[in-house]
């Protein structure tokens, strides 16, 4: 398998195979965030199309700061956000974190995954960076322009509807 570097110098270098490998590494992952966070199949698609672009035209950007999967993330998040302009609310005062808690229920994949794409735009958004991605608040703060209290309100709403879309589903307070 070739390494990431060599990647990034074949593809600085305009080499087509390097390119098309890059591409495909990272397309299913990207695609996925970008669905997650647009909704919409074909919003999807050409996030994706306008990131990898984006990437190609600024892979000499790159400083290697972190990984090329996270670098390229953040221009899919960016991109996503765009497409879909994302409504976020004003800052609001911080919320206690909270998870949750399903105690023995087994949660359909099928279900959770329809109940998180019905969340409106701003909380998927926060709700699929925090998460499903992995980002602190900070990090999420920083990619959207946003303050941190904004994004830990949007992450407490979001898990507050999605408790709720979820209970619908016969998930939680003690249904199965």
């Known amino acids: 398998m ?4 060599e ?3 074949g593809c600085l270098l305009h080499d087509r195979v390097a390119q098309r490998q890059l591409y495909d590494r990272y397309k299913k992952a990207m695609y996925t965030l970008a669905y997650r966070i647009t909704g919409d199949f074909d919003a999807a698609n050409d996030v994706i199309q306008d ?3 984006e990437v190609f035209r600024h892979l000499d950007q790159f400083r290697g700061e972190s990984t090329l999967g996270a670098w390229i993330r953040q221009i899919v998040v960016r991109k996503s956000t765009k497409k879909k302009k994302v409504v976020l609310w004003q800052n609001v ?3 206690p974190e909270e998870s949750i808690d399903w105690g023995d229920h087994d949660i ?3 279900h959770l995954e329809t109940a998180i794409l019905s969340l409106p735009d701003g909380f998927r958004t926060i709700f699929v960076l925090a998460e499903v991605e ?3 608040h900070r990090e999420i ?6 303050s941190e ?6 992450l407490f709403h979001a898990k507050r509807k999605l408790r709720g879309m979820l209970t619908s589903y016969g998930y939680g307070h003690g249904k199965k």
């Open 2 to 5: 070739t390494s990431e570097a």
């Open 7 to 9: 990647l990034v110098s």
């Open 51 to 53: 990131a990898f672009l």
């Open 93 to 95: 005062d911080d919320y």
């Open 108 to 110: 359909n994949a099928a």
């Open 134 to 136: 992995g980002y602190t």
């Open 141 to 146: 703060a920083v990619m959207l322009n946003i």
């Open 149 to 154: 209290g904004t994004s830990k309100s949007q």
